[in-house]
């Protein structure tokens, strides 16, 4: 959502690169292209003015005049003032002393308030909580019915003791007020710790809207109000949210629809009109595409800093310990890794979710990004294909593949043979990479690492002598090459004669001298 923003900004720091002093024209120009930049994001026009006001301020000050890169300190002050607007901490939810925590969801129709209720109940219920879902909007036709589904589908419980309309051309019956309250009690009597109330919306706030919300807060008595809002809405949202603070007084607000591929304004308009955080955000179509929002790892990525530290609780999550043990232990074994360990590692990257969002919160990513929105990800599916259609000795032993194996595989997975052909050739790049790397020898083609072999290159050979031209000489070298290689030679037949069995420095000899594979000293008798 936030690449043209992004590209704006990374355009803009680039400019400010090699400078070892700032002039207040350079500050003004930086200031005035970050402006910019935010208001093609539809960023609020009074949180664009007091950014930038803050921005030049800062970057006129001391912190950047008598800073050694200036550059980079203009780009620290973006950062911070980013995650200043954004709500600057991390806010979680505050659970009730006295269970259960009721949660209201408020929003417009089409917000995503339904299926976002889901998502949170799975990530409660994954956190370690048991939720229930309740049904109490009974306005928008099915809206109960697509609850009932998505509870099902996340594996929470849904309270939902009336059926709703069916088509719009029904009146709405039944009280959504009754709805939510016995909801609550039903919570407390299947002590289910947390209740999240799924309440009605409009295509636009209307008195009617605002009245019903109200009087459903009232009755539940929420312990958060999580205003619910489409990232995609742009100016608008300051309304919206404007609005809905003065109507219902939500707590903290959750961006919906944080993938779609408009500017996001939204985002960084709400927080700081509204002096409310941004809890939570919705990034996908999938129930498991929801996550916490953290204030700072949103700044790096508009800066293009990455998100590391949601990449590493992603893997930590989902990655299995027993798998990577075991890895671990093949790996200092010095074992050959093989097509089954391959297809065993794809599966543990897949079970982490999309390959396109990992490699975005990567730092640089935005450099990439054409080439990412590119990428296939049915692409990992047909190489996991191409994979299982090999017999497990194939997988084990993939130099046996020949001709007519590969063309069984291709007809097998469906491909073409040509990329059989391929997927072979960079398994086999990879298998001598791992095995490098378990002798201790680094990454080919990457520089040593101190205290590891790296990819030194072995002793440069001396250069051969050129041959002189005076013919004196030049029998003089060659009796000097003669010497040499005699002298060679029977250092050679010495070490044979001496490192014989049983010889007379047999005693002597030691196999560690020999480099040979691990577990291969037992075959010479010692």
Known sequence: ?????????????????????????????????????????????PVVRDFAARIRERALGAEVSGALNPSQQ?????????????????????????????????????AGKTTLAGKLGKWLKGQGHSPILVAADLQRPNAVTQLQVVGQRAGVAVFAPHPGIQSEFEAPTGDPVAVARDGVAEARAKLHDIVIVDTAGRLGVDAELMRQAADIRAAVNPDEVLFVIDAMIGQDAVNTAKAFEEGVDFTGVVLSK???????????????????????????????DFELFHPDRMASRILDMGDVLTLIEQAEKNWDKD????????????????????????????????????????????????????????????????????????????????????????????????????????????????????????IPGMPGMPGMGGSKKGPAKGKKKAKSGNPAKAAQQQREAEARRAAGASKALDAAQGSSFGGAQAKDFDPSSLNLPKGFEKYLGR
């Open 323 to 442: 798998e990577a043990a075991r890895m671990a232990k093949k790996f200092a074994d010095q074992e050959d890794f093989t097509l089954e360990d391959f297809l065993s590692q794809m599966q543990q990257i897949r079970k982490m979710g999309s390959m396109k969002k990992m490699l975005m919160m990567m730092p640089g990513a935005q450099n990439f990004r054409q080439q990412l929105e590119q990428f296939d990800e049915r692409e990992i599916d047909r190489v996991e294909a191409i994979v299982r259609s090999m017999t497990p000795h194939e997988r084990v032993a993939p130099k046996i593949i020949n001709g007519s194996r590969r063309a069984r595989i291709a007809k097998g997975s469906g491909v073409h043979v040509s990329e059989v052909n391929g997927l072979l050739e960079r398994f086999g790049q990879a298998q001598k990479m791992m095995r490098k790397m378990a002798q201790g020898g680094g």
């Open 1 to 45: 959502m936030f690449n043209s923003l992004s590209d704006r900004l990374t355009a803009t720091f680039k400019n400010l690169r090699g400078k070892g002093r700032l002039s207040e024209a350079d500050v003004d120009a930086t200031v005035r292209e970050i402006r910019r930049a935010l208001l093609d994001a539809d960023v609020a026009v």
């Open 74 to 110: 203009v780009v620290k002050i973006v950062n911070e003032e980013l995650q200043a607007i954004l709500g600057g901490e991390t806010r979680r939810l505050r659970l009730a002393k006295n269970p259960p925590t009721v949660i209201m969801l408020a929003g417009l129709q089409g």
């Open 258 to 288: 944080l993938d779609g591929d408009a500017r996001g304004g939204a985002a960084l308009s709400v927080a700081s009109v509204t002096g409310r955080p941004v809890m939570f955000a919705s990034t996908g179509e999938g129930l498991d």
